[in-house]
């Protein structure tokens, strides 16, 4: 429940993808270092394929160029990825309708970003660590004897 509430939700609705094209959504990140959570179901049309572009990769493939996706799914009716974007900025997700273009597609697209400061590792002190450990072994130890005698009276 609480990372839920970490994550920063983007966009959460319907793309239309038209047929034999891609759709653009802009993907902007405040902050370094940043995980997004990509989903999308087509809920009619063709199979279409996610793609996490930066704003220049974009640009080269609107000219028909290759690009290097920093993240993208396969040409699926449904797909789920995680995203790392090492730097702030502008990106780009394409949705990509030209392998079977015949129709156009209807995607229901969230996305959700979480920042890198958002959860954070931390460790617990050398005396809470040590009775932590010292409570499991004990309680653990009453569980074996307990099961023995139970096992032995009968």
């Not at 993240?71 to 990825?81: L, Q």
């Amino acid at each position: 429940m609480i990372l839920l509430a970490l994550l920063v939700l983007i966009t959460d609705g319907v793309v239309d993808v038209p047929p034999s094209r891609w759709t653009a959504i802009q993907l902007k990140t405040d902050q370094n270092s940043t995980t997004a959570q990509i989903s999308y179901d087509v809920e009619r049309g063709s199979r279409v394929q996610a793609l996490v572009l930066t704003r220049q990769d974009a640009e080269l493939f609107n000219r028909g160029r290759q690009p290097k996706p920093i993240g993208f799914s396969g040409f699926e009716r449904s797909a789920r990825f995680r995203v790392f974007i090492p730097e702030a900025g502008d990106y780009v997700l394409l949705l990509d309708n030209r392998i079977e273009g015949r129709f156009p597609s209807k995607v229901r697209l969230r996305i959700e970003v979480s920042a890198p400061n958002d959860v954070r590792v931390s460790w617990v002190p050398e005396e809470r660590r040590r009775a932590t450990v010292a409570l499991s072994l004990l309680f653990f130890g009453s569980v074996v004897v307990f099961s023995a005698v139970k096992f032995l009276r009968s």
